[in-house]
């Protein structure tokens, strides 16, 4: 079965496929969409959008552990990596079950979502751009790679991103390290949609304590900067925000922000794709990963739903398996999809989605995949190299005074300090977000504390008072170390390893460099000095049996975490020898095919990628739209 | 305190009309709520997923509605009068200022009370005149409102807008307020009051002989049906279609309106009625005076403090909460549940 002919044919509905599925049918494009989920969560319309969405909810709050994907349908045709299936590896042993075919030595810890509006169903929110070092590591540390483009080239599709996601935060404290001040890096009179969500108590305590202390490390002398941290969920709009949309100039053949609306009315937060009665504010649910309950908190559905449907046909339960290509054009010719009716049945169709220009957004992992199974885009053998995630590092303790945690989204604060300084070469820069959630993540809390207090034999008010006690005290800080781009972490596929629709699954080798060993002992470092000076007594236990990311480093045992940031599998670079796309996210190889998503980020950095990879992605829909009004 | 300064023919002349009128429209959009809110929080957790959907939505929207009055009053120089002892309606009773064709309860959600909803939000026909007195349709009251607003303000050298820059920043904005489905409209000019003016009948009558409101075609928001419709759908129990119109009702899928999922509250409650269970006088009065708070709150949001709106959220939820409680308590002596009653109470 061939699909008619469109302009664009783009795999996967999260905030790639669908930003582009939006930006383009409204430029009048003609756009099929395939998604490899079920249809029922594709719903736009009021009634199939609220029933679907609740019930992800009732999945969520019926779940045994609350991971991340626990929300969101387990479908054996499109299987997905599940944070549950991280396991210790064994060395020279067969890899443990789960979708990611663990090949170690140590496992890659993130998962991603398949289906309508992909990770970002499940995505913290935290929207931190890059810094202007992040993109130049080579020329100014001599480590990693530069990007072919700069901060300044990205600024405008920042920008658009920012308002595309609906950012909440303050510019005037986005003060970071070895970078201009925030008029200086935002612009003069930049501001984002919409105020800053309210800082925690926590926030406000811990801060007073930690702001401007002195650290040392390795014989420097650094201090704290603890700011706000911009996010993707729903606050008070700014009334000095002037943009509305983002529109395609034929004229100049650029994307542009303009005010839709003019002056007149203020920005309006973008509500739940169920009524316009929800979710214009964050309402402090606390549950933001692994799903916000009223939609205060951007997902890539809300895009979609703005996409001119007139132009766009999605076509669900189609897992994009191979592409075809014109080997004499080099010219794509169609992207061969499975569709399945029952998504635990093996039974399949096959379909041939065949348009002028293809889009693979099905993440960094999948895109891989997809190109490997396809002898495609690798002329640089490149495809599936460079695998990345910021390595999470957890410490936790007690505070003296009770800072009362599990209260609003996962993190309102950051510090600064160690995105970008000299030490990047020598060792990671990371970024430190205080917790909202106290030890939640570490070690289940509240859960976990229940059962402590029930085998001390505490039950009643002695039980009520000890947790009392010991929850409100809780803090957490995490260290998300940037791992550096290496060509042997990395994605492969081989027969042996096939789902039940006969695609391949993920073959994964990961290991940590000494490059990122040493970021965590230094990280270690600084927070020994932030619990001493804050009487914070420290609880954290890296375990080397029981954790999966237990690592040594000079006789010191740490344990790394995965964040969810699937990054670098197609990086972008100069030219067709160090990369698989240009700076347009075009394929060298094919001038037909453009790949989406965090997989063509070269280097990390340390913010969260989504705000990034959604400017890329804006610069992809640009150069799209460029290409087929040539 | 309503009618102080109407003429008897409906009509409006004067500033001091004008005033009052939109103090009237004020109380006219707060006189809804509690009537809604009972409807709605009568309906048991779970059930009835169409009829909370389409309460809720038109609630939210009278809330709006009365806080763009406030609004247009404020734009004129008038200051919204909202805590007072007379600003709450004695039910049962009658839209302020209305023909008194009808009467409006504290009830819970079922036929006769969806017959009421249906009569309030009656979109208004062209034969009958605009009249802010003795109207028998909303439409007709705001049809004299705005025909009021352009006459007076025509009629006055320099207008009737203030350029007060303390008295503009009284108006609510997208700062303040959120989550009412259609677009606060600060106001300043003519041309913002007949917007706030057009926002107010669109979504509640809807447009030109169509089931729609107006918040598509004003904002570019998703299509939806005004008040009225979505009531007749509940009354009908049958969805209608985008080609359906006012003529030819609901013609598309059934719809499941389960009538008896629904707690048996006590009609028109009032606190005398529990004056022999205190513990019961103690909750209801309870419920009355968060619900004074919440006036209080909305009252200096709307003179001056708009910020404060913000901090009402937390006492609408607790009002929410309050309700549902007393409903969840059997009357004794009778096969009624107690409910909230929404007296004044300092």
């Known amino acids: 079965m061939k699909t008619d002919h469109y302009d664009v044919v783009i795999a996967g509905s999260g905030i790639a496929g669908s930003l582009i599925a939006k930006t383009l049918t409204r430029a009048g494009k003609k756009v099929l969409l395939l998604e490899a989920g079920l249809q029922a969560g594709v719903a736009l319309d009021s009634d199939g959008a609220y029933n679907n969405y609740m019930s992800y909810l009732d999945r969520f709050y019926n779940a045994a552990a609350k991971v991340p994907n626990s929300p969101y349908p387990i479908l054996k045709d499109a299987p997905t990596s599940n944070v549950l299936d991280v396991v210790k590896l064994t060395p020279g042993g067969p890899p443990p079950p789960g979708y990611l075919v663990q090949m170690g030595p140590l496992p890659f810890a993130s998962d991603a979502v398949r289906g309508p509006g992909g990770t970002m169903l499940h995505w913290l929110g935290t929207t931190l751009r890059m810094l202007p070092n992040d993109f130049k590591m080579k020329t100014v540390y001599n480590q990693a790679v530069d990007w072919p483009i700069t901060a300044d080239d990205l600024r405008p599709y920042y920008e658009m991103a920012e308002l595309e996601i609906g950012v909440s935060g303050e510019v005037s404290e986005q003060t970071y390290p070895d970078t201009p001040a925030p008029k200086a890096y935002f612009g003069k009179d930049y501001v984002f949609p919409m105020h800053k969500i309210p800082q925690s108590y926590l926030d406000t305590e811990i801060a007073k304590g930690v702001q401007n202390m002195t650290v040392k490390l390795n014989k420097r002398q650094y201090k704290i900067n603890c700011i706000s941290t911009p996010q993707g969920r729903n606050s008070t709009p700014n009334a000095k925000y002037p943009y509305r949309d983002v529109i395609w100039n034929k004229a100049e053949k650029k994307l542009k922000l303009t005010g839709l609306l003019g002056e007149k009315y203020d920005y309006n937060p973008v509500p739940s794709i169920w009524d316009a009665y929800t979710g214009q504010r964050c309402e402090g649910n606390a549950s933001c990963v692994p799903i916000c309950p009223v939609q205060a908190k951007y997902n890539p559905l809300k895009t979609l739903k703005r996409s001119n449907f007139d132009h766009l046909t999605i076509i669900t339960q189609a897992v994009a398996s191979t592409i075809n290509i014109d080997e004499k054009t080099k010219e794509v010719t169609g992207i061969v999809y499975k569709r399945y009716n029952n998504p635990d049945s093996p039974e399949y169709t096959t379909g041939v989605a065949a348009g002028k220009i293809y889009v693979l957004a099905a993440n960094a992992i999948e895109n891989a995949k997809i190109l490997l199974a396809s002898g495609a885009a690798n002329s640089s053998d490149q495809v599936g190299r460079n695998l990345m995630d910021h390595m999470v590092m957890l410490t936790w303790g007690l505070t003296k005074e009770k800072i009362y945690p599990y209260r609003g989204p996962g993190s309102t604060t950051n510090i600064a300090t160690f995105r970008d300084g000299p030490f990047r070469s020598e060792h990671a820069a990371w970024i430190s977000p205080f917790d909202n959630w106290g030890w939640s993540w570490p070690v289940f809390s509240p859960g976990s504390d229940v059962s402590d207090g029930l085998a001390m034999g505490l039950f009643g008010k002695q039980l009520r008072d000890y947790l009392n006690e010991r929850l409100t005290r809780q803090f957490l800080l995490h260290f998300e170390c940037e791992q550096s781009p290496d060509p042997d972490n990395r994605v492969t596929i081989d027969h042996q390893y096939l789902d039940p629709l006969g695609n391949y699954k993920p073959i994964i080798h990961y290991y940590a460099t000494d490059y990122m060993l040493k970021s965590m002992e230094a990280a270690k470092t600084v927070s020994d000095q932030i619990f001493a000076a804050n009487g914070i007594e420290d609880h954290t236990v890296y375990n080397p049996v029981t954790d999966a990311g237990y690592v040594t480093y000079k006789g010191q045992g740490y344990t790394y975490r995965g964040a969810g940031h699937i990054v670098g599998t197609h990086r972008m670079g100069f030219n067709k020898h160090d990369s698989v796309v240009n700076h347009e996210q075009r394929t060298w190889d094919h001038p037909n095919l453009f790949l989406a998503g965090c997989g063509n980020m070269p280097t990390l950095g340390t913010s969260n990628p989504s705000l990034t990879m959604t400017a890329l992605t804006f610069k992809a829909a640009e150069a799209i739209l460029k290409q087929l009004e040539k | ?346």
Request: proline share 6%; glycine share 8%.
């Open chain 2, 1 to 346: 305190m309503a009618g102080k300064h109407t003429r008897d023919d409906g009509t409006i002349r004067t500033l001091a009309e004008l005033k009052s009128a939109l103090q009237n429209a004020i109380e006219l959009e707060h006189s809804t709520i509690p009537t809604y809110l009972c409807a709605l929080y009568s309906i048991q957790d779970g059930t009835n997923q169409k009829a909370v959907e389409t309460i809720r939505s038109i609630v939210v929207e009278e809330m709006l509605h009365m806080i763009l009055a406030c609004n247009i009053l404020n734009a004129i120089g008038g200051e919204p009068a909202i805590n007072k002892p007379g600003f709450v309606p004695t039910y049962p009773g009658h839209l302020p200022d209305s023909d008194n064709s009808f009467v409006i309860n504290l009830a819970k959600f079922s036929r006769e009370s969806v017959d009421v909803f249906l009569k309030i939000e009656k979109p208004a026909t062209t034969s009958e005149p605009p009249k802010a007195k003795g109207y028998q349709t909303i439409g007709q009251f705001y049809q004299a409102v705005r025909i009021g607003l352009e006459y007076v303000n025509d009629n006055t050298p320099g207008g009737i807008f203030t350029k007060d820059k303390k008295q503009r920043a009284k108006q609510i904005t997208a700062e303040h307020y959120y989550g009412s489905g259609g677009q606060i409209i600060p106001v300043y000019t003519i041309d913002d009051a007949r917007e706030a003016i057009a926002e107010i009948v669109g979504q509640g009558e809807g447009i030109d002989d169509t089931i729609e409101d107006s918040d598509q075609q004003m904002f570019g928001q998703g299509i939806e049906y005004a008040h009225y419709f979505r009531f007749n759908e509940l009354h009908e129990e049958r969805l209608y279609k985008d080609t359906d119109t006012p003529k030819s009702g609901p013609t598309g899928d059934r719809i499941v309106v389960e009538w008896d999922a629904v707690y048996n509250m006590k009609p028109n409650p009032k606190m005398d009625d529990f004056k022999a269970y205190p513990e019961l006088l103690e909750k209801v009065r309870d419920f009355n005076r968060t619900y004074t708070l919440l006036l209080d709150n909305i009252h200096n949001a709307c003179n001056g403090q708009p910020d404060l709106l913000m901090k009402g959220v937390a006492m609408m939820y607790q009002l929410k909460y309050k309700a549902i409680a007393l409903m969840n308590i059997p009357v004794p002596g009778t096969r009624y549940m107690a409910g909230p009653s929404f007296e004044f109470e300092k």
